[in-house]
C-alpha cells in the first residue's frame, strides 16, 4: 500500500491540485456572478424605491399646487349701484362660511367711484398681497381698474351685473326719497322730498336729467378721464372691450337668477349652492325700494330721446346680447326648467403613448 501510494502520490497529487484549482476558478466564478446579480437585484430595488418616493412626492406637488391655484383669486364685484346688487351681494354673504372664502366691502368715501392714484396703488397691493384674505371676493362702489398697469402678474376675476338704464335711474331716484326695506330707517339725500319721477321728468329737475344716466358706461370703462366725459362714444367702446376682455361674467338685473346659476357654473369655489339658496330664499334676498312709482311712457320717451340714453342703451344690449349668448350656450330648457350642460369635450390621441 505504502509502496503504492508513493508510487501514484505525485501524478494523483497533481491531479487533485489541478481539479481543485478548477474547481475553485469555477466556484469564484460563481461567486462573483452571484454577487453581481445581488448588486443589479439592490440597484433595481432602490432604483423601485426611489421612483416610489418621487412618485408621491409629485403627486403631492400636483395636489398642492392645485389646491394653490384654487384659493389664490380674488373677486371684485364693483357694483354699480341700483342694479339688485345688495340682494346679490347678501348671497355672497350667506354663503362664505361654507364655502370658505371672505367677502369685503370697499367703502370709498362718498362712494365716490374713482380713486386717487395713490389710492390705486394701495389697492392693488393689498388685495393682491393679502394672502390670509383669500380665496376672496371685493364688492364695492369702484369703477373698472385694470391691476395690470400697476405691474401685478396675476389679475383678479371681475364680475358685475347691469340693468336698463332708465329703470335704475329710476330706482335710484325714489331710494333716494324714500330709501328701501333694508335699512328703512336711514335718512336718506332727498328725504320729504314727495316729488314723482314724472313730475320731475316734466319739470326738467336735475335727479331725473339724462346726465344721470351716464352710470354704467363709466363704471366699465375705468379710472380714465374719458370715461367720465358724459356721452363719450370711446367711454361706450372702452366698457364693451373690458366687458369682454376683463369679465368673466356679466349678468343682468331683469334675469338674476340665471345669472346666478351661471355664476355658480363658473366658480363653484365661491357660489355652490347659490342658485338652490336664490330660489329658496328669494325674499329675503330681494331688496325693494320703497314708494317707487313707474314712469310714463311720456316719461320714458323724453329720456329715450337724449343721446346719453342712447350711448348707456347700446351698452346695456351688448351685455345682455353677451350674457343671452353665454347662457344659451350653457344650459339646456326642460319643462320650463334651466339645467346646466354637463361636460361636452373629452381628450383624446394623446401621444406619446404611456405604457
Ligand atoms: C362707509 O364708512 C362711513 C364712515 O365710516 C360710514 O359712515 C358709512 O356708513 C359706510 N358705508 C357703508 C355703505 O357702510
Ligand atoms: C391690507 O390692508 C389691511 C387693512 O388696512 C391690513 O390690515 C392688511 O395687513 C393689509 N395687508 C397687506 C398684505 O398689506
Known sequence: MGSLRIMMAPKFQLLALLAFAVAMLFLENQIHQLEESR???????????????????????????????????????????????????NLAYDLCSRNHYHVLHI??????????????????????MWKEMKPALYHGHVS??????????KKPIYINIVRDPIERLVSYYYFLRFGDDYRP????????????FDECVAAGGSDCAPEKLWLQIPFFCGHYSECWNIGSRWALEQAKYNLI?????????E??????????????????GATELYRTGKKSHLRKTSEKKPPTKESIARLQQS???????????????QFQFVRAHGVREKDGELYLLPQNFFYEKIYPKTT
Open 39 to 89: 448588486g443589479k437585484l439592490e440597484r433595481a430595488i432602490a432604483r423601485l424605491e426611489l421612483r416610489d418616493i418621487e412618485e408621491r412626492r409629485t403627486q403631492e406637488g400636483v395636489r398642492e399646487s392645485r389646491e394653490d391655484v384654487e384659493n389664490d383669486v380674488v373677486v371684485i364685484y364693483n357694483r354699480v349701484p341700483k342694479t339688485a346688487s345688495t340682494s346679490f351681494t
Open 107 to 128: 367703502n370709498t368715501s362718498k362712494n365716490n367711484p374713482v380713486m386717487s392714484l395713490q389710492d390705486q396703488v394701495r389697492f392693488v397691493k393689498n388685495v393682491t
Open 144 to 153: 373698472f381698474l385694470d391691476f395690470s398697469r400697476f405691474g401685478m402678474m
Open 185 to 196: 330707517g336711514l335718512k336718506r339725500r332727498k328725504q320729504g322730498d314727495k316729488k314723482t
Open 245 to 253: 376682455n376683463e369679465y368673466l361674467l356679466v349678468g343682468v338685473t
Open 255 to 272: 334675469e338674476l337668477e340665471d345669472f346666478v346659476m351661471m355664476l355658480e357654473a363658473a366658480l363653484p369655489r365661491f357660489f355652490r
Open 307 to 321: 343721446a346719453i340714453w342712447k350711448l348707456e342703451n347700446e351698452f346695456y344690449e351688448f351685455v345682455l346680447e
